[in-house]
């Protein structure tokens, strides 16, 4: 991160290394990934994992998965023992010292850290066969139709917010060099399809009481709170004195299923991955957005990187027929396009997946499909006032395509000093924030003036 705030960001941020990245997440990281998952359900045994991993074995490879299980069930379980005694240590009764809770945390992301990179261990597996990127749970249109059909009259009733918030729990909190902190909350999902616990974590500056507040949504496939180094553009928001709360979406992070890799459900259960993920998603943050109405007194925006900017762009619809209390006051869209349908469905990364053939393979066809996706259709503009609103673009996305995006904006009628287009793409926009923080001060601007309206 500190390299890509030189001169040399502004190389690395460019077309070129867009096709490089995608050619590394469908070549190595989803079919590593898929490796992973599968050592994560076999608990050691070489037969469990082939057959989770969709592998036929050899001898020889049976010899080095052997091995390499060993090593992932040690080092998953110091895993589950240090991911134990950090929630003993965040979420307990007891006090906690300030030198504890920095301890717990560090060894809690770098135990994870070196967990999710066990993938690499599973390279010769992926050198000598064809490993599959997705291991697929296609549903049929009947079950489809039995769970969303009912919403397609009234699109919105997907969406609502419930009507009794669950009770949020609330961390400890971890100081930060600059005299800020770190907590997270923890709720149940009100969502009926999920079955679990949401995590959010707030970053949140110093002075904090007079901070706007940005949820903000990562991408699919992304873990930020499991990883050390990601390119991340949240620690110059906490900069700027906004604070932020980034919840893990449905099957990311802590809420991944058992034998899969974070967000394959959304790919593997396709098209009913997308219905799951964004209802669930819109109703969790509304929990939020209630929680931090009644704790704060500034304004509150939602925003994103690709799904958790399309997350925030359907709340941005759909929050019309929430309570006002719940609505955004401005958005943050980052890599984002007009419809849903265009980026799961034509999008690059779902070309990668192999969507289409598997949802044909199982009864589904375009119009069956194209039935579902006005449930995430705007109806009209959004609530939030166009001026509110912030995008920021490349023209060479292929995988949230740039011209569905632009469209949608125009449509928005998103004010031109707004917009933030570059010649970039799905890979190399946040990579150009890194020094470019243009968008951001922006963004910071419009958050003082809504403050200063509401004072």
Not at 32 to 51: H, I, Q, Y
Not at 201 to 219: C, D, K, S
Not at 271 to 288: K, Y
């Amino acid at each position: 991160m500190a390299a890509l705030r030189t001169p040399l960001g502004n190389l690395v941020a460019r077309p070129w290394f867009d096709h490089v990245a995608l050619n590394t997440v469908a070549y190595w990281f989803f079919p590593l990934s898929r490796l992973w998952a599968a050592a994560r359900t076999a608990e050691g045994s070489t037969d469990r994992f082939f057959d989770n991993a969709g592998v036929v074995p050899t001898g020889r490879l049976e010899q080095r998965v052997r091995r390499t299980l060993g090593e992932f069930e040690t080092v998953r379980h110091r895993m589950v023992d240090i991911e134990h005694d950090w929630e003993s240590a965040f979420f307990g009764t007891g006090e906690c010292s300030a030198d504890a809770l920095l301890q717990a945390e560090h060894e809690r992301l770098t135990c994870r850290n070196r967990y999710n990179n066990l993938r690499r261990k599973f390279i010769p597996v992926r050198l000598g066969c064809n490993v599959p990127p997705v291991r697929w749970q296609i549903p049929s249109p009947a079950d489809v139709e039995a769970i969303y059909g009912a919403f397609l009259a009234d699109p919105s009733k997907a969406f609502s917010p419930p009507d009794i918030m669950p009770e949020i729990t609330v961390s400890h909190r971890l100081n930060t060099s600059d005299g800020g902190h770190n907590y997270w909350l923890r709720f149940r999902s009100p969502s009926p399809r999920m079955d679990d616990q949401v995590i959010a974590r707030v970053y949140e500056p110093a002075r904090a009481e007079n901070a706007p507040t940005l949820i903000f949504g990562h991408g699919i496939c992304v873990e930020f709170d499991h990883w050390k180094g990601l390119v991340d553009e949240v620690e110059a928001m906490v900069q700027m004195g906004i604070r932020v709360v980034r919840p893990e979406a449905p099957w990311h992070g802590r809420r991944v299923p058992d034998g899969m890799y974070g967000g394959e459900k959304f790919i593997a259960t396709a098209p009913m991955g997308a219905l799951d993920l964004f209802t669930s998603a819109a109703q969790e943050w509304s929990v939020i957005m209630d929680w931090l109405r009644r704790t704060t007194n500034t304004p509150i925006a939602i925003g994103g990187s690709s799904l958790g900017a399309m997350t925030s762009q359907i709340i941005c619809d759909k929050s019309r027929y929430w309570p006002d209390r719940l609505r955004p006051d401005a958005a943050f869209l980052v890599t984002h396009c007009g419809h849903i349908e265009d980026a799961v469905v034509h999008g690059k990364l779902a070309e990668v997946w192999g969507i289409a053939k598997a949802t044909i393979d199982h009864g589904w066809r375009t119009n069956l499909i194209r039935r579902y996706m006005p449930l995430f259709e705007a109806e009209r503009r959004p609530i939030i006032r166009p001026e509110n609103i912030v995008t920021v673009l490349g023209d060479h996305d292929n995988v949230t395509p740039f011209n569905s995006a632009r469209t949608l904006i125009d449509e928005w009628n998103v004010p031109p000093e707004n917009q933030f287009v570059y010649r970039r793409g799905h890979f190399s926009v946040p990579l150009g924030m890194m020094r470019d923080h243009g968008p951001l001060l922006k963004f910071r601007h419009i958050l003082s003036e809504l403050a200063a309206g509401s004072g």
